[in-house]
């Protein structure tokens, strides 16, 4: 049985990519109809303008090649999926996790996560690993070019290791994710009050 493999996988199966290393976003987004060009934003980190079959990706300049890479991987998934509608991401947006699958802003960053780090090459790389530890996260994060957050999120769902990863601040807990290992017992349920003695 042949795997399903998502839209990103497909046009980098199309291209022969088999190795993270082949995973350049410019030429990717130029096979697409992008072009990608880097230069200083302010309202946000990245956005696309497209017309029929040709688009330009604007890219902040300024932020980390990781992040410069997820934003073009972003703005892709938006032309894939939202093309020809009128999409306005604001700061907020950017990782809103209460917003459902379907929203578009998940959609694109799950196409991102796809393209960057397409499971048909992570799997392997992460089952080459008998345990979970912070080493392996920065290894992901340095073999795919992603940021340790990105890294963490996706060995969290190849579901290869019992794990949870949350996101604390002192205003509280923003996001949790758990593998599908990890009983319901397990689930991060910290209320903030709890740290207002």
């Known amino acids: 049985m042949t795997p399903a493999y998502s839209p990103a996988e497909l046009t980098l199966r199309e291209l ?54 997820f934003s073009v991987g972003h703005e892709l998934g938006h032309w894939h999926h939202h093309r020809g509608r009128c999409l306005i991401c604001r700061s907020d947006d950017i990782g809103n996790v209460r917003k459902g699958a379907a929203d578009p802003e998940r959609v694109a960053d799950g196409y991102a996560a796809n393209l960057l780090m397409p499971w048909y090459i992570f799997n392997p790389f ?48 923003r996001w949790f994710r758990q593998s599908d290992q990890v009983l319901e017992r397990w689930y991060v349920d910290l209320q903030q009050e709890q740290y207002n003695s």
């Open 16 to 69: 022969g990519i088999n190795d993270p290393k082949q995973i350049d976003v410019e030429v990717i987004a130029w096979h697409l109809g992008a072009k990608v060009k880097y230069r200083p934003l302010k309202s946000c980190e990245a956005r696309i303008v497209g017309r029929d079959d040709r688009a330009i990706i604007s890219v902040d300049n300024t932020k980390t090649e990781e992040r410069q890479r």
């Open 126 to 173: 992460v089952g080459s690993f008998r345990s979970l530890s912070l080493g392996v996260l920065r290894e992901a994060k340095k073999t795919f070019c992603v940021s340790l957050t990105a890294a963490g999120l996706r060995v969290i769902k190849s579901n290869r290791f019992p794990a949870l990863l949350v996101c604390h601040t002192r205003a509280g807990r």
